[in-house]
Nanobody, 114 residues
Framework: VKFVESGGGLVHPGGSLRLSCVGSGNIFRYYTLGWYRQPPGRSREIVARINENNVTTYENSVKGRFTISRDNDKKTVYLQMNSLKPEDTAVYYC?????????WGKGTQVTVSS
């Protein structure tokens, strides 16, 4: 399975971005998928996940601000990010959570700065 992320950019604090991740595979709709981020100099962490029944979970720091969703027909998972903060600055990736994690894509850079 390959993932290609897009939608990142430079945004002011309080702004919004919508990230997209296109995947592959004939059984995409059955995957649990996650959005991860890796801030500068830090480890990669998962911030949101969505299962095949559209049940979602979020890391505490993004609850109420980020929304994960999916379109199985387009084999795409989205991350709507609102009320962005400087600490959200990171490279964002999507993937299947452990133990099914696939090769990582290139990610998309999100920079929140005034």
């Amino acid at each position: 399975v390959k993932f290609v992320e897009s939608g990142g950019g430079l945004v002011h604090p309080g702004g919004s971005l919508r990230l997209s991740c296109v995947g592959s595979g004939n059984i995409f709709r059955y995957y649990t998928l996650g959005w991860y981020r890796q801030p500068p100099g830090r480890s990669r962490e998962i911030v949101a996940r969505i299962n095949e029944n559209n049940v979602t979970t979020y890391e505490n720091s993004v609850k109420g601000r980020f929304t994960i969703s999916r379109d199985n027909d387009k084999k795409t998972v989205y991350l709507q990010m609102n009320s962005l903060k400087p600490e959200d600055t990171a490279v964002y990736y999507c993937n299947r959570p452990s133990p099914f994690t696939e090769d990582w894509g290139k990610g998309t850079q999100v920079t929140v700065s005034s």
